[in-house]
């Protein structure tokens, strides 16, 4: 049965095979007709056709070129005539162009042309075609090869320096790591041609108690015991790196290795106790230096100290700096000793370095206990003769504004600290600005001489500072100084005035309801201030006829006008009183003016008022000067003349200088008239008054008749201008000669033939008199 069963599968096995053989050939055979018709579809095959060895190419090939690579194939070569083409990086395109080239035959074979650097060019990805050699045509798909090239060990490790340098402290705990080397192997990474190891070759110098050791894998470097700054102050190590080709390549590089002083030596000073003098009662800089030694290098924190008070300084009068060049301890006196309360101090002084200590013990590093060392110092203070003491420096004494000669404030108390007996102390007055007070000299009492006042520009606050020195008798004296506040309490000594902005105002004749604002102050405190009242003092004239007060504001009122008043200048009275009634009488200067625009005065009150003072101020004082000095000059020339000549007037004299009128009030202006005309005022006398005056006089005679011009000005400065003109005073002067042809005086004489006349007509010749 077995036997029938085996020529049956066998035949079944048979069938299916040519099956399968049949479809194989007439799917190729589709697929090679569409590929010669030029069909531009995807070509579609059912197994891939492309057969290469293995390409494979070591870096830095020496040759000969161009030299095989490998060989590949193309199943299409065996129903078409072909040609394989080659094209990517290496071939046609960079970074290495001209690299790689395929024979063109039946099988394909690669070769490369020059060596390959494999750092430079790692891989090439090359693309690889079978084309119809008749039509050129691409008859299958391109087959994609990755050309990688093989590493060799052609790069020594490299430091990124030949040398280094290093600095550490000297106090570098040992197994701790002190720097790292690294250096960088081109080759492929992850291969032993990349892989690095470092390697101590030599240290410089060499030294049991402290080296340095390298982990060999990471490159560190570690210290090994301890460093010791005075003994190598510097290493040099010899480091290898090396990798794990074949043949392994290397490189060194050299480490200057600077140790950096520590502070393992511990200040000490240079003796064990100072002694110094000083005196009382000062603050003194540098009264002592304390010498210190230190073996570390100067200038470091190893080596810079600090010094500490550690006892005998609880009250801080003592301080020590360190003088940065010398290293030295300096002690300072902050606060001034006294030797009454302790004549001697003892200080302990402790001194350290800026650095902590740090000690080697069996190659590792220590920290002492004790950093410092100590020494002592006594401080001997002398006595000399101290200033008396005020108790207190400072008081405070109240008393009522306006107190009266004779009152007494309060005394000063003072000690001298160097004596206990009494009488030794002398008290002055040192501030008293309103010289107010007076001080005994033995006792310290403060009394006023003068009444206080709290307004005054010395009271600050209702607060007046007087202050008072204390001498001793000592050699040299000594002087202490105390101050007395002297609070004064406020009364209601001053009534309310108007403030400087209210005394003068200004109203537009136009303004009608308009309302002026008057302000008052008072020097006084509360509750002798505002708010005060006003009211118009009706006792001047018709004051509430045209004015009344409008709101009161409490430090301040309105004043409004009745009604429309003339333009003018008018003062309003007013009372006003403070808050407890005490008021007096303040008058406000009120100016009714034009207002062209509604709004403004056409000239301001404070421009008129400084025009008219800054002008008639100086005329008024240089016109009563000069009319003073040419009274003067005119008495002392008249009584001369009066001497000299005598009481008579000659006859030619007379013809000259007087005008005969014997009619009554006839006068020619014209003749009446000189050279004076053009300098001096018409003067019109009253004939009556004149008459009165006169009575009968002789010829020559001035007389003053009490008359005035039409400008007040006296008949007698008239006179001596007349008489200064005519003597020649005013034009020396002036500095330039008098005009020819000058008349004499004329016109202030008695008309000759007058003279005797009773019934008044002697003084009608003077009735109209033009100099």
Known sequence: MCSRVHPELLLLLSLLMLVSTVNSTRQENDDLTNQTKGDSRLLRRSKRRWVITTLELEEEDPGPFPKFVGELFNNMSANMEIIYLIRGPGVDEYPEIGLFSIEDNVN???????????EKTPSFKVYFDVANRLTGHIVDKSLIVNIRIKDVNDHAPEFPEKEFNISVKEDHAAGQPVFQMSAVDLDQENTPNSQVLYFLVSQTPVLRESGFRIDRVSGEVRLSGCLDYEMAPRFTLLIEARDCGNPPLSSTATVHVHVQDS?????????????VQISEGWASQGVLRLGVQDGDSPSTAAWRVKFNITNGNEEGHFHISTDPETNEGILNIIKPLDHETQAEWNLVVAVENEEPLFSCDAGQLQRPRQASASATVSVWVTNVNDPPTFHPGTFIVSEVDGAGPGTQLGMFNATDPDRTAAGQIRYKLAYDPANWVSIDERSGVVITVKPVDRESPHVNDSIYVIIAHAVDDGVPPQT???????FLSDVNDNAPTLRLSSQHLEVCQSAGDKSLLIEAE???????????????DSTWGDTEDMWRLGENRGCSVELLMQRSLPLGDYSVPLLIGDKQGLSQKQTVHVRVCSCPDGFTCAEPL????????????????????LAAALLLLLRCRLVSEANRQGPSVPQDEGIQTLLAWNEESRADPLQGRSYLGDHMPALSISAAQAGAKLGAKGHGVFFEPSVRNKYSTPLAVVLAWSAALRSGIIWSLLRCPPPAGLPQYRGAQRTPGNESRSDGKGAESAALWHP
């Open 108 to 118: 394909g074979k690669i070769y490369v042309h020059r060596p390959v650097d494999r």
């Open 263 to 275: 502070n393992n030596h511990m200040p000490r000073f240079t003796q064990d106790h100072y002694n």
């Open 480 to 486: 202490g100084t105390g101050t007395m506040l002297l």
């Open 522 to 536: 008072d020097s006084d405190l509360e509750p002798y201030s505002d708010p005060f009242t006003f009211k118009l």
């Open 606 to 625: 404070i421009a008129r008022a400084g025009v008219m003072k800054g002008a008639l101020a100086p005329l008024c004082v240089a016109f009563m000067a």
